[in-house]
DNA sequence: GTCGTTGCAAAGCGTTTGCAGCCTA
DNA sequence: TAGGCTGCAAACGCTTTGCAACGAC
């Protein structure tokens, strides 16, 4: 990830305009608007590259292909409604006691995904 | 999910008695050895019609192929070790607090994977 | 005997890679 | 101009499906 590339530039935009975690395609046809000619190889090779330099966050969700966003937000964790799909953000972290891990065990990050229903779709 | 086979009894024993959460091919590795012949295809077509039954659990990780438990257990989250790749069961659950969720939103579960290293790698 | 279940092979899906040409620095 | 980057198509790994034979009830 060293040069200044349209495509590369569209793909950030994509992710740092879209306020939500996109899959791969969603990323593929918002960065399309810039560079029409955009191949989904190359959203894949930047995406993995932009992950690596720590810019790009991925979100695995159970039995969904991931889905990535613009990493520098504040530790957060993920809402997924069971009902329309849609997966929020959700601020600041649940987890302030120290977990009981087994002896010696140590821990560096966690992840938290809650399962429900979503305002909208809860009535 | 309805008839008694041999395949499905030994696939059943394979999740039983493995006590960690296996891949799709462990499963297969050890059901083979009560059903040499046995399938792929049928390992995942009864996983599936076993979870969907609550029998099974699928245990999704980032970047990884799913893997499967017995369900029945109590709830408990898991930890993988960054270095060894093992995941770990952990007992009880860390999340004591009612999270903090959006006007409207309904809780109903949570899923939490705890990353780090194991005993065995951290020293 | 019925019809759910199986193994095989082929198809499916999301992702990665090989390659020749392109374009940034 | 060198070498990273790109698009395309083929390959890949995991999972699902079509189909004819099989076997539980």
Redesign the interface.
Same mark, same amino acid.
């Given at each position: 990830m060293e040069r200044d590339t349209a495509q590369r530039r569209a793909i950030r935009r994509a992710l740092d305009e879209a306020g939500r975690p996109l899959g791969a395609l969603e990323v593929l046809e918002r960065a399309q608007r810039d560079v029409p000619g955009l191949g989904l190889a190359t959203v894949y090779r930047s995406i993995k590259a932009l992950t690596e330099r720590g810019e790009v966050s991925?979100v695995?969700?159970?039995?969904q292909p991931?889905r990535f966003e613009s990493a520098g937000k504040a530790h957060h964790h993920h809402?997924l409604c069971?009902k329309c799909g849609k997966l929020?953000e959700?601020?600041?972290c649940?987890?302030?006691?120290k977990?009981? #891990?087994?002896?010696?065990?140590?821990?560096?990050?966690?992840? #938290?995904? #809650?399962?429900?229903?979503?305002?909208?779709c809860?009535?």
């Open positions: 991925a695995e969700l159970p039995g991931p809402f069971g929020y959700l601020d600041g649940l987890i302030g006691l977990p009981v #891990l087994p002896r010696g065990f140590r821990l560096k990050s966690h992840e #938290l995904l #809650l399962h429900g229903e979503c305002g909208t809860a009535r």
